[in-house]
Every structure is written in C-alpha cells, then in structure tokens.
C-alpha cells in the first residue's frame, strides 16, 4: 500500500487483525512520521482530528467497521501543514466469514475547494454583479429542495427568456431541440451520480433560430456521498460549432477536389517524390498509381525529355514562387499529350514542406487554338459588318480595339476612337457610375450589363445597353473588357410610354366609378376610392387590414367565402359576375355585383374584387316586373298583342317589297286597332323621332323612316280610346320600329341593286364595294387575332407557367424532367409561332406608331427569315394618313416582300416611300429574274391582282415594269387626302 503514494494520491490501509496502519508518502510528510516510525495503531490517523470533527469521525469509522463504503469531509490539525481540510473515501474489505478484517482509503485535499467555497459566498454579491455582465451563464441548483438557488442574467442573451422563466422546472426540456431529449436525460443522470459532466447539445432560441450550448455540471456532495447541489456554467457555442461545421465542410471540398478532379493532382515532396496522387492521373497518364511510395518522382512522369525543365520549375517552386508551364509527354500507347502544369507550394506554418503539381490535359484546346486561328478572320468579318458597337476597354475605359458599327451608332470613325475612353461618349451625369462599373467588373471577374446615355458626335443623346464580359488571362486575371452596346433608344422611350401607360391605367383605376378592391389572405390591401362611397366610410384605413367578410349580408356570407376560396386556390381565374348584398358602415344595405379574378400578389395569391352598385338597377327591375304585372293582370290583351306581334315578324320574312309591307302593317293597325281611316303619306323631312306616337287633330301619326329628304308617316286619322292604353302604344311603336327597320333595308338593297347593275354593266367592281370587302377582310383578321391572342395564346401562357412551377419541384428530376423540359421547350415555339401569326393578322404598333416605324419592324423581322437585304428611304413623308389607307399601303408591302421571297430570287429590294404635293408614292425595286409583264397569269395572280385592287379601292394607280431578267419595279400612287 505504501508503494501507492505520490505527488497526486494519498492512500491509506488499515489491517483490523494485525493492528496495522500503512499510509503513503504524502500522508507520512503530514503527520510527520515514516513507514519505520508509524506506532501499530489503527485509530493513530484520530489523533490529528481537529477537535470539533471528532465525533463526525468516530460515526465515520463506525459505518467502516461495521462494512459500508463511506465518504466523511474533515479537518486536520497537522504538526507541520496546519489545519487541512480533507476528504477520505474508506472501502471496508471482508474475508471469509463476510468480517471486516481491512479498510482501504483514498484522502483527499480539499482545503483550497471549501476556502473557495468559503470565499465565493462572502462575495456572492460581488459575483452576481459580475455574472450579470458575462456572456456565461452561472447557475445552482439546490438538489434537496429541487429549486434554482441562482442563475445570472446571461441566460437571457443565451437562450432568449429571462431569468425567472429559466428557474422553472422543466424550463430546459421546454427549450431543447427535440431531437436532444435523451441527451438532456443522460446528463442528469450522471449528475444525479455526482459525477462531473461537461456536455454539448442544441436549444431552440425565444427567437427560433436553433443554437449549441455548452453545459458544465458539477455536484457538490455531503458526507453521506450524496449529491446535494448542482453547479454549473452554460455558454453559447453556436459560432464554435459552425466554426467547426465550416472546416469540416472546407476539409470535405479539399478532399473532394483532390479524389475527383478532372485533371492530374499530386502531392509531392521537397525531394520530388510523389506522396499522393489522385486517380485521374492513371486514366490519363497510363501510370499505375500503386508506384507511388515507391520513390516515383513527377519528373519522370512526364516523360525524361521534360525532366530538366521540370526540375528547374520544381526549385523555383521550393524557392516560394508558384510556377505555371506547359509540357508535352508520350504516353504508354505512342500518342502526344500536351499539358498545363501548375506548380503551388504547400505552407505549414509558414515554412514550405512540399509542393502541389496539378496538371491539366491541354491537347484539344491546342487544337482548338489552330481552328480559333481559322476563325478569327470569319469573325472579323461578322464583327465588321454587324450593328452592334464592340470594343476593347482596358482598365481605365480605354478603347484599344473597336468595331466599324462605332460610326454607326455614335457617329465617331473608328481610326479616331481607338486610345479614347469609353467615358468622353458617356452622358457626364453617368461617367462615375460607368467608371465605377469597369473597376468592380475587373475586380470581381464577373460580367455585367449596363445602361447608359451616349452623346452622338451630332449631339442627340443615344440610350445603349452595354454587355461587359472580362478577358482573362491564363493566370486568371482580368486582362481587358469586351463591351457590346446596343441602340435601345425606341425601346427606352416605349418602355417609358408603358409606364406613362400603366401610371395612367392606375389612375383609372383610382377614379374608377366602380369599386375595385386587392385583397390578400381574405383582407383589404388597396381600395380605390369607389370603394368608400360603397362601403360607407370616410377613409381607406376604415378597409385596408380589415377581413373582407364583415362586410357581407349574412344571407351571402356562405356563398362569399365559398367564392373566395375558389378564387384563392390558383392564381388568374376569373370568376362570372354574382349579385350579392353588402352592409354599409352605417347599416343600410346595397346590392351589388360582384366580379373577381385571382392574381399573383407579393409571391402568392391574391384576388382583385369589382364592386358595382346594383341598387338602382335592382330598383328599376322591380319596377319593370311591377309594369310586367300591370300587363299580365290584361292578360288576353297581352296575348293578343304578342301573338299579333310575332304573326306579323313572321310575316315580314316573306315580304320582298315596300308595298307588301305597308299594306301587311295597314292590315295589322286595322284590325288591332278597329279603325278604318288609316295610310302612308311622304311629307318634307322633319325632326320626328322614329317611331313615335304623334299627337295631331285628325288622330295621330308615326314616323317609319326617311328616304330622299322626305319623312315617310304612317298616318291615323281618327282618334280611337284603345292608343290611351299603355300596352297598345307600346305594340304600335314595336309593330312600326319592325317595319321601319325593314325600310331602310329595303331602301339599301335597292341603292346596292342599282350600284351592282351599274357595276355588272361595266365589269368593274365600284371602290365603295373593294373598300367594304377589304374593311371586312381587315375586320375578320382583327378579330381572328384578338381570338388567337386571348383564347389560345394566353392558354399556352397559361400551361406554360404551371409547367415551370412543376419543374421547380426538386421531386422531379431524371428522364421525366428531360421530357417536361422538351415540352416546355415545346410550349415556348408555339407560344412565339402565336404571337408571329397574331402580329401578322393585326400589327399591334401600325394604328399607334405609324406607317414608317411599323415597315421598320416589318424589314427587321422579315430579314430574319429570307435571303434578301431591304433598304428603305422615307423622302420627306409628311402626311397623316387615315386607318383605311395606312392598313392598304402596309398590306401592299407585305405582298410586295413575299412575292419577292417566293418567286424573285433577289438579293436586294428597295423601298421607297414619299409625300409629293397631295399624293402618296410607294416605290418598290428588286434584283431579282422580274416576271412577265406581257402574260396575262403574271398579271391576274392572286397577289398581283389583290394589289393593284387594293390600290384602286384608294382611288389610286399602280405600274409595273420588269425589264427581261433585271428584277421589278412598282411604282404605287395614292391621293393624300
């Protein structure tokens, strides 16, 4: 037992039969003995018992006699050491007959614990003052009266509750992760052993974010060995644990980039052997990568005629300096493998231990390189002939290289251009933020668009919009910008309409006189202010916030919310329009009618509600039944009204002439009526309404229509009590509003016959007739369009949209991903196959935009698609043209242009439009093989023909000359006014 003792353990035995106390080192210094001088006394150890702690003692070592493990916390008065506390753990060891017949012990100082314990509780408050400024959280536990003695203020910015919430019992289970649950119970358990414990585990923050505290627990114990209170400190560790979630992350990447780069990697050491290799190196090199560790050196993987310039490389590497080279090495099958070598040192502690050798096959992009040769010129040649400004910027916006379209767009030739910067043709307001631009895109790497104001060389501001990609060099840095500048100028200032537009659609909608109400989540976000005179309040906060359901008659409330559930379920639906009721702010009641669409609002959706007062309506509704009640109460009058009605528009389908019709309706009046004295008479036009009952001194009269400057009357002479009942005025001005709709028809056709004879007679259809059935082709495209664009078109849209939100789903993926991306994809061409067939149909800009500007979208549009480049002049153009003529002119070039396509072969055509005193002239020249004039199915084609007839419906003249195999030329005249 003796030979136990050292600097840490004190140990002590006591033999109950041989009277015998052995003690270790330590103990032998305190009591101020040796093994040889230790009198045979097991009870010699009470001897230096401070006298106050005796009787403790004495219980102690009864409990160790009579065989139970014990723990007793003492003091003892030591010759040389003082008064120590100590704490000694005995162990009762039995023989056979189950005697106690040796006590083991281990005894420990705890002389500085209880001076700190005596310490810490004279400066409790001290402490506390302190605690409550820390970021650790300190805190006791009474273990016996199962409360929190303290917890400093800490815990509140640990955790996120205050003190007196984190004193509550089941405080910690509350707020711990639910995944941490038998975390928490395996620490109390060991702290319920009195064992230390230091532990980590996750809470839920007040906040919700999730955050990694760090728990240390320690039991204090009584002389019984039992746990009597728990001390312990907590602190956050949540930046640590992401620290270490960061590195793990960092040590995974490096690993990954290691195992599965697609070029060669190697770790190699200061004498050139390789340490580590990835293996990518075998697939392209050929080498086996078990030879490494067998003093396998880099240079000799590359082949030995690489080897002295390797090695020069490999020292300057070692040097400090990373090197970048490339080589070329034979493989084991012959072939010759180009490659890019980079050399990196690799630093520990800011000393080189070896190098990292990464090399990257390069035989395809030297191959490439000698077809990029090839290519330059190609590209040189589109670069000269396109319209986009290209340039070369340096570091400072210097211009080095730029492109021909310069003069062009900004008027400047390029031989004066070049070593200018970019910002002298920018706008001043705009030369900082471009400056600025330049600067981040070569620090960042990274392209970037921008828009910016440019001042022609004549002085008009251009807008451009700017794509600036860096140029990299094979060190990875931004050697120079490469800018293409495009005009925007007309889609700046269209753009700027469209705003102009929607500012005035919002306003429209603010003073809209019917109730337009944005709801979101069943609540008010915008009314306009409509909505305050429906909804009976003084002002919009009244509404905005507030459920939209408190304002729905109880009787509609189901049928409301129903509704808006629909509505809520996908956005732009549109519902059909109901009549509802509303409670106004001050209790009275409205009908309204109601018409909801669901849009997308702040990412998801929300419906916009029209509210329009129907009171009045309503109230006009029953007072029409009431009248319709009135009428049905003279129910045989009713019916004998309403069938003398409908015999007679049945009737009138078989009438042919005027005067089957006046005699049909003067037989009608007679009999309904019972009167005799009754005809048509033509007086001089006068300002009758139609189909009124005048008054006069014979009887009455009614106006059927005007022919002629004459007024033609149907003419009652007699008075008859029946016209003093309201029903029968209405049957007679009904009976007289058929026949007078029926006159004026009659009267048309037979203006219509003449003209047709007149025209058969000539063979020569009359312009009035080609600009009606032009009117009536332009009418039937325009509707054709508006159908295509709000049925079919929008539906695509539509489809397409909830495609790409179902691709978004991260569920989909693998070859059912590729097949929706297909049709997407599909969705797309015959969304802009509509929209070509809808601009063709109905140019949307041609009303708007003008004759000139619409040709322009015309050229640009048909270039794409055929083999001809179009030149177009407009020579002082200054008239203003009316619809029918600027539709006729645009078709006319639009037959132009796809006679060229299909039956020219040229390779220019040339279109000239001009104003010329009250004239209009529309030239058009191609180079193509011309046609025929002399042929009569040249001249009487399809198209051909619909030209020179549209010209005629403008009154106006068209030539055609086609020298043999030199092109066409058209030569097109319309009166201006």
Request: proline share 2%.
């Amino acid at each position: 037992m003796h030979s136990l003792g050292d600097e840490n353990v004190i140990t002590w035995s006591m033999d109950m039969e041989e009277n015998l106390l052995t003690m270790s080192n330590i103990l032998e210094e305190w009591v101020g003995c040796t093994r040889k001088t230790i009198p045979r006394n097991p009870n010699f150890l009470r001897e230096f018992v401070y006298v106050v702690d005796l009787d403790r003692y004495d219980a102690y070592m009864q409990r160790l006699t009579a065989g139970h493990i014990s723990s007793l916390e003492y003091r003892m008065q030591l010759p040389t050491e003082g008064l120590k506390w100590v704490q000694m753990i005995g162990t009762p060891i039995l023989n056979k007959e189950n005697k106690v017949y040796r006590i083991d012990g281990v005894m420990l100082d705890i002389t500085e614990q209880k001076t700190a314990q005596i310490q810490l509780e004279s400066s409790y408050s001290l402490y506390h003052q302190m605690f409550s400024n820390l970021d650790v959280a300190i805190w006791s536990y009474d273990y016996v009266t199962k409360k929190v003695l303290f917890i400093s203020d800490a815990v509140l910015n640990i955790t996120g509750y205050s003190v007196e919430q984190a004193k509550e019992d089941d405080f910690w289970f509350r707020i711990a992760h639910k995944e941490e649950t038998p975390s928490i119970e395996e620490i109390l358990t060991t702290a319920r052993q009195g064992i230390p414990k230091l532990s980590e585990y996750r809470i839920i923050h007040a906040s919700g974010e999730p955050r990694w505290i760090q728990v240390r627990i320690i039991p204090s114990l009584d002389e019984f060995h039992t746990v009597v209170r728990l001390d312990g400190i907590l602190a956050d560790i949540t930046e640590r644990k992401l620290m270490k979630e960061a590195l793990l992350k960092s040590e995974q990447r490096y690993k990954s980039l290691f195992d599965y780069n697609s070029d060669v990697v190697c770790e190699v050491n200061l004498q050139g052997n390789i340490l580590a290799i990835n293996s990518t190196a075998e697939q392209i090199t050929g080498e086996s990568i078990s030879m490494v560790g067998e003093n396998l050196s880099i240079m000799n993987l590359f082949g030995a005629e690489n080897i002295p310039r390797m090695l020069d490389y490999f020292e300057r590497t070692v040097r400090g300096s990373a090197q970048h080279y490339v080589v070329s090495s034979s493989r084991k099958d012959g072939s010759v493998s180009h490659w890019s070598m980079k050399n990196i040192p690799i630093y520990v502690n800011s000393r080189i231990i070896g190098v990292f050798v990464v090399a990257r096959e390069i035989t395809s992009a030297v191959e490439v390189e000698h077809k990029l040769a090839q290519r330059e010129a190609e590209y040189r040649l589109i670069i000269n002939n396109m319209k986009d400004m290209m340039g070369v910027l340096d570091q400072k916006g210097n211009f080095i290289l730029a492109s021909p379209s310069c003069e062009i767009l900004i008027g400047i030739p390029v031989g004066l251009i070049k070593d200018t910067t970019i910002l002298e043709y920018i706008h001043p307001d705009e030369q900082e933020g471009l400056r600025e631009q330049i600067s981040n895109i070569f620090q960042t790497k990274a392209s970037k668009m921008f828009y910016n104001r440019f001042i022609h060389s004549k002085g008009y501001i251009l807008n451009l919009e700017c794509l600036a990609t860096p140029v990299l060099s094979e060190d990875g840095d931004v050697m120079n910008i490469v800018i293409v500048a495009r005009d925007i100028t007309k889609r700046v200032q269209m753009e700027k309409e469209l705003r102009e537009s929607e500012e005035l659609n919002q306003q429209l909608i603010k003073m809209s006189p019917e109730a337009v109400v944005l709801h979101s989540d069943y609540k008010f976000v915008y009314v306009n202010f409509s909505c305050l005179g429906l909804f009976g309040v003084y002002d919009e906060s009244q509404l905005i916030g507030k459920n939209i359901f408190n304002w729905a008659h109880p009787e509609f409330l189901s049928l409301a919310k129903e509704r808006m559930r629909e509505i809520y379920k996908e956005p732009y639906r549109i519902l059909a329009p109901i009549e509802q009721k509303v409670v106004r702010s001050d209790g009275t009641i409205i009908d309204v009618e109601v018409t909801a669409s669901s849009i997308v609002h702040k990412g998801k959706v929300a419906c916009i509600s029209i509210f329009r007062d129907i009171s009045d309506r309503k109230k006009a509704d029953e007072d029409r039944e009431h009248t319709e009640q009135i009428i049905r109460e003279s129910e045989e009058r009713y019916f004998h009204l309403q069938t003398s009605l409908d015999q007679f528009s049945q009737d009138l389908f078989g009438v042919m002439k005027i005067s089957h019709m006046e005699q049909r309706l003067l037989r009608e009046v007679r009999d309904t009526l019972q009167i005799t004295n009754i005809h048509f008479i033509e007086v001089e036009s006068n300002s009758d309404k139609l189909c009124e009952i005048i008054e006069t001194e014979q009887g009455y009269s009614l106006k059927i229509g005007e022919s002629r400057g004459k007024s033609y009357l149907l003419s009652i002479n007699e008075k008859t009590v029946l016209l003093e009942i309201s029903s029968i005025r209405v049957w007679l001005e009904t009976i007289t509003r058929y026949v007078s709709v029926l006159f004026d028809h009659f009267l048309l056709i037979e203006d219509l016959t003449k003209d047709l004879e007149l025209a058969a007679s000539k063979q020569v259809a009359p312009t009035w007739l080609l600009r009606f059935m032009f009117n009536l082709s332009e009418n039937e495209r325009k509707r054709l369009a508006q159908d295509l664009h709000d049925s079919a078109l929008q539906e695509q849209i539509i489809w397409y949209r909830k495609l790409d939100l179902l691709l978004g789903e991260k569920s989909i993926n693998g070859e059912f991903r590729e097949q929706l991306e297909q049709i997407a994809e599909g969705l797309l061409d015959v969304i802009y196959q509509l929209r070509i067939i809808c601009n063709e149909l109905r140019p949307p800009a041609l009303i708007n935009e003008g004759l000139i500007s619409s040709l322009e979208t015309l050229f640009e549009f048909t270039q794409l698609r055929t083999n001809y480049q179009i030149y177009f002049e407009v020579e002082a153009f200054t008239h203003k043209l009316d619809d029918e003529v600027l539709i006729g002119l645009y078709r006319i070039v639009q037959e132009l242009l796809a006679n060229a396509a299909k039956h020219s072969f040229a390779t220019e055509v040339h279109i000239t439009l001009a104003s010329e005193d009250n004239h209009i002239h529309l030239n058009y020249k191609d180079n193509g093989i011309g046609m025929n004039l002399l042929g009569e199915d040249s001249l009487t084609s399809m198209g051909i023909y619909g030209m020179k007839e549209r010209v005629r419906s403008m009154d106006g003249t068209i030539a055609f000359h086609s020298p043999e195999k030199k092109g066409l030329a058209v030569y097109i005249s319309i009166p201006a006014d």
